[in-house]
């Protein structure tokens, strides 16, 4: 488990990567929780002009992820998403923001299960309501 908010280390270590290319940004990333945002933007939208789902699975996918390794129990070597699940509820048009906290529901020695919830900032809104399960992954 890492100690403290570890959100500058994440930010920087997601440049170049599909999180860094959607300008994501991380208020937090700590043992047991994640918090982070985007700016709605063109890179952000399906071609109908509405948020892209793809998008907003990406903020939480990526703030359960980066939770989990900073929540990954002592000598585990990563871990890899055995399952997702995600209900939508509303969307974002360019120019609002799309924030999102993450929090460890159960950690385990095998698996880490995580709810997240986008938000759209603007209006106040929950956009998204997501539950993953993540195999934790030990040294052969």
Same mark, same amino acid.
């Given at each position: #488990? ?9 930010? @920087?270590?997601?440049?170049?990567? &599909?999180?860094?290319?959607? @300008? ?14 985007? !700016?709605?933007? !063109? =890179?952000?939208? @399906? ?16 703030? /359960?992820?980066?939770?989990?390794? @900073?929540? &990954? ?12 699940? +995600? ?15 993450? =929090? ?5 020695? $095998? +698996? ?14 929950? $956009?998204?309501?997501?539950? /993953?399960?993540? #195999?934790? &992954?030990?040294? =052969?």
């Amino acid at each position: #488990m890492l100690d403290g908010n570890q959100a500058a280390h994440f930010q @920087a270590r997601q440049e170049g990567t &599909l999180p860094g290319e959607l @300008a994501i940004q991380w208020d937090e990333v700590a043992t047991g929780r994640a918090a982070g945002w985007f !700016k709605a933007a !063109k =890179r952000h939208m @399906a071609p109908n002009g509405f948020l892209h789902a793809a998008s907003v699975v990406a903020l939480l996918d990526t703030a /359960c992820g980066y939770a989990c390794v @900073a929540s &990954l129990p002592e000598g585990a070597a990563n871990f890899t998403t055995i399952e997702i699940k +995600t209900n939508f509820l509303g969307t974002a048009r360019e120019g609002e923001t799309v924030a999102c906290t993450a =929090r460890l529901v159960h950690g385990g020695r $095998m +698996t880490q299960v995580w709810d997240a919830e986008a938000i759209n900032q603007t209006t106040g809104k929950t $956009m998204a309501l997501f539950r /993953c399960t993540q #195999m934790v &992954l030990w040294p =052969r």
